[in-house]
């Protein structure tokens, strides 16, 4: 298998290592020289010294086809995508912005399918989630097939099976660029409380001695809610411990479908201000797939999809014009004076809207009236 990814980005070309948080640009001749390379022949010079400088590979002597995968042009522009594979979880969750959790998804051959249109539109960064992910029947398959069309795979977890020796074997075999494991508490209670699952906390601790046994790119979500925050500090002092990167999570949203229920949850001394929106990339350099392959500019902006099943990837085409539109001030954000330091974007904005939550979770205009309304 591949130990190195030639592929374009952008404007540019980078030369990746499957598994690791670094890759490098690498000019337009490097790129074409090792898509023109008979296979059979050793790697260049120039690719040799790279992977043994930034990543302490030893590929002297490597043919070119046994070592490097090169990903091909895109006419579509696409470098990163988010699929919620399957919506179905182990844990409840009060706090999850999923709401409905239907355990469904994709045939096999349509998880290829859409694997496939993912590859062709230049598809680099996958994010791979759910619900929980690993739970869906065809995880492990659509991993190694993504991570063998040469995608830098993420994995969204709570990290209950990482115990799991088929899920480790695979993580092995084929390195993810990370595992991002959500954190519910510190204790048994808080834990069990927020997933409302009796021994979620005690799968969480096997999943994490296990990942972290086994050396995986582990990254923590530190989520902070009403039923444990009084245990902000002891789990971020316990990702310290483990030596894994953390990152709290405190502003919760509401559901995709516009409803309140998360923002019942918070704990409203950690809520953080947000910074002022300055704009995304969602929907042309970036796409979002739901477990049925509906597409959409992002995991917020789900109001215009496209069924890729029925459209193929064509469908992409019209997903720029979906972003410019669904990004305009409308209803209530209209011709709004403070839109330039607005601190969410307007899909986001116009959940928060459907959900009837207090203005000043969301906008400044509300600032006024923080003291006085609790979400």
């Not at 808080?190 to 969480?204: I, V």
């Not at 002022?276 to 500019?297: E, L, Q």
């Not at 459209?311 to 954000?333: K, P, S, V, W, Y």
């Not at 959940?351 to 509300?366: N, V, W």
Request: aromatic letters at 8%; a negative charge; hydrophobic letters at 40%.
């Amino acid at each position: 298998m591949h130990q190195l990814i030639a592929a374009p980005f952008l404007d540019g070309h980078l030369l990746l290592h499957p598994g690791a948080r670094s890759g490098a640009r690498i000019p337009a001749t490097h790129y074409e020289q090792l898509h023109a390379a008979d296979g059979a022949q050793p790697l260049p010079d120039w690719a040799v010294d790279l992977a043994a400088d930034a990543w302490g590979l030893d590929v002297a002597g490597a043919p070119t086809k046994d070592t490097v995968l090169i990903r091909e042009p895109s006419a579509y522009g696409y470098c990163r995508a988010s699929w919620e594979i399957n919506l179905g979880c182990n844990f409840g969750c009060k706090h999850c912005y999923l709401g409905e959790r239907p355990f469904s998804g994709l045939t096999w051959e349509n998880k290829v399918k859409l694997l496939d249109i993912m590859r062709e539109a230049g598809v680099i960064w996958l994010q791979i989630t759910g619900g929980e992910p690993t739970m869906d029947p065809h995880f492990q398959n659509a991993y190694r097939y993504a991570w063998l069309a040469g995608m830098m795979l993420t994995i969204s977890t709570n990290g209950s099976l990482l115990f799991r020796p088929d899920l480790l074997q695979l993580f092995r075999e084929c390195p993810p660029y990370r595992l991002v494991v959500s954190m519910y508490g510190a204790s048994e209670e808080s834990f069990d409380a927020l997933t409302q699952r009796r021994g979620a906390w005690k799968a969480f601790r096997r999943g994490m001695d296990a990942a972290r046994a086994a050396g995986l790119p582990l990254r923590i979500n530190i989520v902070v809610t009403e039923d444990n925050a009084s245990e902000a500090d002891e789990m971020a002092a316990l990702a310290r411990e483990w030596g894994v990167e953390h990152h709290a999570y405190t502003n919760m949203t509401p559901t995709i479908y516009g409803g309140g229920e998360p923002l019942l949850a918070q704990s409203a001394d950690h809520l953080r201000q947000r910074k002022p929106f300055a704009g995304c990339n969602a929907g042309h350099t970036f796409f979002h797939a739901d477990p049925h392959a509906k597409i959409s500019i992002c995991k917020v902006g789900r109001d215009d999809q496209i069924d890729l099943m029925a459209e193929g990837i064509e469908g992409l085409r019209r997903l720029g014009t979906f972003a410019d539109r669904l990004m305009l001030r409308t209803g209530g954000c209209e011709g709004c004076a403070l839109s330039g330091t607005c601190r969410v974007c307007r899909p986001l904005a116009k959940h928060y809207q459907e959900a009837k939550a207090p203005l000043h979770s969301y906008c400044q205009h509300g600032d006024t009236e923080k003291e006085k309304v609790t979400p």
